[in-house]
């Protein structure tokens, strides 16, 4: 899968080439390429903003570098959507990453300064997508963490270990608590059922954890679940147990 994108930063996509994204890149499980606006400048100077119309603090982000830049990345990746990393955008998912991850390629466009002309909304670009209710300083950290999680979808991507991982529990689930060496710290003593050896049992135990997680910090994911009978007897028992304990 190929991705396109156009940064005014493009040395921060750099964070991409290590752990499973740069081990996907370097087994051709993905490509990334990057354009920087500044390279279509309006002119010698480099100037890719502009003061807004109708005046306001700032700058923002001129039509003709970003449209060539996209013209560019069209012509070097036919077919690619556009999409633009904005607050405004829709919420990004999960399910999104999955319907991404069957695309050839996609091109993201990260904004900079006060944001881009409107006209590029309304002719370039095909979807929004935002990573949370908050702004932060560019386009860059959401365009990555929207590739980060798409590549982890591609086949191959994820080694034995994390895959198994995924397909162990509905990923729609939050997850459930892990502990390592040593058995105690600070009189905090793991759970004897991870240390009971009985796998069938452990499954449960992780399933019913994050099930109740999930129910307890996000009733909004676990009313979306269609939870099996075994998830529904053990995310009642975990309520039970949770509401009769003092
Ligand atoms: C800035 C802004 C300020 C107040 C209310 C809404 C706002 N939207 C933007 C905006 O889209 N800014 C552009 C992209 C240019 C400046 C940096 N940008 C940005 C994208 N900041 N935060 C995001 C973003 C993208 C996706 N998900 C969450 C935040």
């Keep these: 899968m190929r991705f396109d994108v156009i940064s005014l930063f ?8 290590h752990g499973i994204t740069g081990r996907a890149f370097t087994q051709g499980l ?8 500044r390279d279509y400048a309006i002119n010698a100077h480099g100037q890719v903003d502009d003061r807004p119309y109708g005046g306001g603090p700032g700058m923002l982000m001129r039509y003709e570098p970003l449209a060539a830049a996209i013209q560019a990345a069209r012509s070097a990746a036919p077919g690619g959507q556009v999409l633009y990393l904005s607050p405004q955008g829709e919420p990004f998912t999960q399910n999104a990453a999955r319907q991404f991850a ?11 300064y006060e944001g881009i002309d409107e ?5 370039q670009v095909d979807t929004v997508w935002s990573v949370g209710d908050y702004v932060v300083s560019g386009g860059e950290l959401p365009a990555m963490l929207i590739i980060d999680s798409i590549i982890r979808l591609l086949p191959g991507a994820l080694g034995h270990t994390e895959s198994a991982r995924q397909d162990s529990f509905s990923t729609e689930l939050l997850d459930h608590p892990h502990y390592t060496r040593p058995a105690v710290i600070a009189d905090q003593a793991v759970p004897d059922i991870l240390l009971s050896g009985d796998h069938a049992r452990i499954r449960r135990w ?7 997680r999930t129910w307890q910090q996000r009733p ?10 075994e998830e529904q007897t053990l ?12």
């Excluded at 006209?119 to 002719?123: A, D, E, I």
């Excluded at 909004?220 to 009978?229: F, M, V």
């Excluded at 309520?239 to 304990?245: A, G, L, Q, R, Y």
């Design 30 to 37: 993905a490509e990334l390429v990057l354009w920087n606006p």
């Design 10 to 17: 493009p040395a921060m996509f750099a964070a991409l080439q």
């Design 119 to 123: 006209r590029l909304l309304t002719t």
């Design 220 to 229: 909004d994911l676990i009313q979306q679940c269609t939870l099996s009978d």
């Design 102 to 112: 069957q695309c050839d390629s996609l091109i993201l466009l990260a904004g900079r």
């Design 235 to 246: 995310l009642a028992e975990f309520i039970s147990n949770t509401t009769k304990s003092p």
């Design 206 to 212: 992780r399933l019913q954890q994050a099930l109740g």
